[in-house]
C-alpha cells in the first residue's frame, strides 16, 4: 500500500473545504494512527478474529461507504470470513488529518483511494494504556467506477 505524506498545510484550491492542518503537538499522535489505516486491511497489525477484537472497543460501530450501519458483531464476523484482496497493496492513503476530541480520544480522517473508488475515510481512537483502540469508524464515496 502506497503511503503518501500530508505533514504541511495543506492547500485547498476548493474555498468549500475545511483547513486541515494537524497541530504540531499532535503529529506523533497522527504518525502512531494512520500506520494501521485503513482498518482491519493491514496484515501486520492483525488478521484473525481476535486480533480484530483487541482493535476494536467493546462499543465500536461503523457507517460503512454504503450508508449502512454495522455493528461490532456484523464487523467482526463480516472480517473473520473475508477473503484477502490481493490488490490492497495497490491502495494509496492520502490527506490525513489528526484532531483531539477528549482525553485520549482522536479523530483520524484521510483519503482512501482503491483504483478508481475513492472514499474519505473518519476513524476515532482512544487510547487505553499502551494501545490504541477504534472506536467509531466511517466512509462517504466520494467517486466510484
Keep these: ?23 504540531h503537538e499532535l503529529l506523533p499522535v497522527l504518525e502512531a494512527l494512520r500506520r494501521p489505516e485503513p482498518i482491519f486491511h493491514r496484515p501486520e497489525f492483525g488478521n484473525t478474529r481476535a486480533d480484530f477484537e483487541r482493535m476494536a472497543a467493546a462499543d465500536f460501530w461503523e457507517i460503512g461507504a454504503s450508508g449502512h450501519r454495522y455493528s461490532r458483531a456484523h464487523v467482526l464476523d463480516v472480517l473473520e ?49 499502551d494501545e490504541w483502540v477504534i472506536v467509531f469508524h466511517q466512509g462517504t464515496l466520494v467517486r466510484v467506477p
Design 1 to 23: 500500500m502506497t503511503r503518501t505524506s500530508n505533514r504541511d498545510r495543506q492547500q485547498t484550491p476548493d474555498p468549500t473545504e475545511p483547513e486541515r492542518v494537524t497541530p
Design 81 to 129: 470470513h473475508r477473503a484477502p484482496d490481493p490488490a490492497e497493496h495497490t491502495w494509496k492513503t492520502r490527506d490525513f488529518h489528526c484532531r483531539e476530541l477528549g482525553p485520549d480520544t482522536y479523530l483520524l480522517t484521510y483519503t482512501l483511494e482503491q483504483g478508481e473508488r475513492v472514499s474519505r475515510r473518519s476513524t476515532i481512537w482512544r487510547r487505553e494504556g
